[in-house]
């Protein structure tokens, strides 16, 4: 079986992660697999340092849907993994003739235009990342074929951390508590809920600060929030971190202010590294954080209550290690990358119609 992937993202954030886990975990089980990526980006050079063939995108869509139609011939399945890797993806399928797969990873509604609906007419099947995005999208489009698989996460991050860059970072904030995200800086991910959240817990104590870890085009305006609310010393942006799980594991406390999320990695590799999650209630975030189980869970846009909870776990570390350990368990018991490799490899083998390859290389 051969499956060729694409993406077609600037940068690095959670859906170039867990392609990259997925084309991976393909390749050690033997399947023949290619990322076709935009020339130059993260993703391209993350692929070549792992040996993963992959194939230049131009980035005008036309040139590239007529490119995949020729290229896509070789492959058995076409794996889109973003919206516009979807299109290119399901507007070559006259050319390729191969079985198309799209995973979706945004929780609000696809487009009820004409497009769209052909679109996910020659889809063969939609993978939703969460219970929450199968829903959203089922309400928008009916007779669509779907399953869910979640985003996982990779217990090598806990053995790869490198402490001295732990203690580098926790050395420059010295005897403060740091709180903090990883998230790009977008209007989904609510950056603001996490500043005025900050400006609440900063009234009533001295010794934290707030850093986000992420680029984005609200940079600016995230900045001018933080010098409006006088937070210049306690809030701080600090920018890509190409060894995220590093500076993860540097904080006191992960938070997820997003207003949408389709199923959050970056709340997966905390929970694997063992900081506390407070999250959200977007999305799929509730499949993932049991408020006072494996995190606490607030309601979305509202700092007084995100503030709450980030005082509430600085102040009580029973519950604070309770979250951590049943947390930690969670994460390696149900969201690992093996388990992702095998529901996709079932998935390619239903739409191939060729099953008994599954038991072939299934760990």
Not at 40 to 59: D, N, Q, Y
Not at 347 to 362: F, N, W
Request: aromatic fraction near 8%; hydrophobic fraction near 40%.
């Amino acid at each position: 079986m051969k499956i060729l992937h694409i993406n077609t993202e600037k940068g690095w954030r959670g859906g170039e992660q867990q392609l990259f886990y997925l084309a991976k975990g393909l390749i050690e089980r033997g399947i023949d697999t290619a990322v076709a990526c935009r020339k130059g980006e993260e993703l391209e050079r993350r692929c070549k340092e792992e040996g993963i063939p992959t194939v230049p995108l131009k980035g005008n869509q036309t040139t590239d849907i007529l490119r995949l139609g020729i290229i896509g011939k070789k492959f058995d399945v076409i794996h889109a993994h973003s919206a516009k890797a979807h299109t290119l993806a399901a507007f070559s399928k006259p050319f390729h003739k191969k079985k198309v797969v799209y995973t979706r990873r945004v929780s609000f509604p696809p487009k009820r235009d004409p497009l769209t609906k052909y679109k996910y007419k020659l889809t063969d099947i939609t993978i939703c990342v969460s219970q929450k995005v199968e829903r959203v999208i089922k309400e928008q489009l009916t007779n669509l074929k779907t399953k869910v698989i979640h985003s996982v996460t990779s217990t090598e991050i806990e053995r790869n951390v490198d402490n001295n860059v732990v203690n580098s970072f926790r050395n420059k904030y010295k005897g403060k508590t740091i709180i903090g995200t990883a998230a790009a800086l977008t209007p989904e991910k609510n950056i603001p809920n996490f500043i005025e959240a900050a400006k609440i817990v900063t009234e009533k104590r001295k010794d934290v600060i707030f850093v986000v870890f992420g680029e984005g085009h609200l940079k600016g305006e995230l900045e001018n929030l933080v010098k409006k609310l006088g937070l210049q010393n306690n809030f701080f942006f600090e920018g890509f971190k190409r060894d995220i799980n590093n500076y993860i594991k540097a904080l006191d406390v992960f938070v997820l202010p997003s207003d949408n999320e389709g199923f959050s990695g970056s709340i997966l590799n905390a929970m694997l590294l063992k900081v506390p999650v407070i999250a959200t209630d977007a999305g799929g975030a509730k499949e993932i954080v049991e408020n006072e189980r494996t995190g606490l869970l607030v309601p979305r846009r509202n700092p007084v209550k995100l503030a709450h909870a980030i005082l509430r776990l600085l102040d009580d570390k029973e519950l604070k290690s309770k979250i951590v350990s049943n947390a930690y368990q969670k994460v390696v018991d149900n969201f690992t990358v093996d388990r992702m490799v095998d529901a996709y490899i079932k998935v390619y083998g239903e739409v191939v119609g060729d099953r008994s390859i599954v038991g072939e290389v299934l760990k």
